[in-house]
């Protein structure tokens, strides 16, 4: 073969190359594009995903509040105020901090619904609870026990800061006007609080609760609105009682 033929051959086998390269490239282009496809098609799909992600978390943070929260007051409900006292209070006992729980009644609440009537008596608990709400301290845990009766859990305070708090609280309510209060036994609606602060003799949150409530009934007992502490305080007022 001659050199020249060697050089047609050559330069076939080359151009052959070439084409076999250009139809790789142009597949490898086709490929790309369709991956590039893939990936916008991935990221909506990510941001879709995440767009409901949110959602979903919105949707829960809702439900678990909804969980939490007593209906017709909405401030926290009896089912959370018994789980959270049982956390708090097993955390005190195994650190030795303090935790305190105050029992608050609305006096006289059947007498202010029966001359009222419910939807009258539904408008008191919610205002009763908006003042509570306002009254306790940023670390405090309010809810509607049951009824008309509320209960506070306080944390790390002594016997003195229950009775701040809860003279407060007593004080708010009967400063606070309400529809027809006047046809009260007392003449206004006011409020008796029993609090009780976590002691050694104390086992679980059963005896937390039997002894403000105790110290409620004890409140009633001499003659409503005024407060009943478990222990001893320094009296900081006259509806105090120790």
């Known amino acids: 073969m001659t050199q020249e033929a060697k050089i047609r051959r050559l330069e076939g086998e080359l151009l052959g190359k070439e084409r076999e390269i250009g139809e790789w490239r142009r597949r490898w282009e086709e490929k790309n594009r369709e991956l590039e496809g893939y990936n916008r098609e991935l990221l909506a799909l990510k941001d879709l995903y995440k767009e409901r992600a949110r959602e979903l978390r919105a949707v829960m943070e809702k439900l678990e509040e909804v969980s939490i929260t007593d209906d017709l007051t909405q401030i926290y409900n009896h089912r959370y105020l018994i789980s959270r006292l049982h956390y708090e209070?097993?955390?005190?006992?195994?650190?030795?901090?303090?935790?305190?729980?105050?029992?608050?009644?609305i006096d006289h609440f059947k007498v202010y619904n029966d001359n009222n009537g419910h939807l009258a008596g539904d408008d008191a608990l919610r205002k009763v609870a908006k003042l509570i709400n306002g009254a306790i301290r940023e670390t405090?845990?309010?809810?509607?026990?049951?009824?008309?009766?509320?209960?506070?859990?306080?944390?790390?305070?002594?016997?003195?800061?229950?009775?701040?708090?809860?003279?407060?609280?007593?004080?708010?309510?009967?400063?606070?006007?309400?529809?027809?209060?006047?046809?009260?036994?007392?003449?206004?609606?006011?409020?008796?609080?029993?609090?009780?602060?976590?002691?050694?003799?104390?086992?679980?949150?059963?005896?937390?609760?039997?002894?403000?409530?105790?110290?409620?009934?004890?409140?009633?007992?001499?003659?409503?609105?005024?407060?009943?502490?478990?222990?001893?305080?320094?009296?900081?007022?006259?509806?105090?009682?120790?």
């Open 89 to 105: 209070f097993e955390r005190a006992k195994r650190y030795g901090s303090s935790i305190s729980l105050m029992m608050l009644d």
């Open 140 to 242: 405090d845990i309010a809810g509607r026990y049951g009824g008309e009766e509320f209960a506070v859990i306080l944390l790390h305070a002594d016997m003195i800061q229950i009775a701040e708090v809860a003279e407060r609280i007593r004080g708010t309510i009967e400063e606070t006007p309400f529809p027809n209060e006047e046809l009260q036994p007392i003449g206004k609606i006011t409020v008796s609080i029993g609090g009780s602060c976590l002691s050694d003799g104390m086992m679980t949150i059963e005896d937390l609760i039997r002894s403000a409530d105790e110290a409620l009934y004890r409140a009633k007992r001499n003659g409503r609105n005024q407060i009943a502490i478990e222990g001893r305080v320094s009296e900081r007022s006259t509806h105090l009682r120790i």
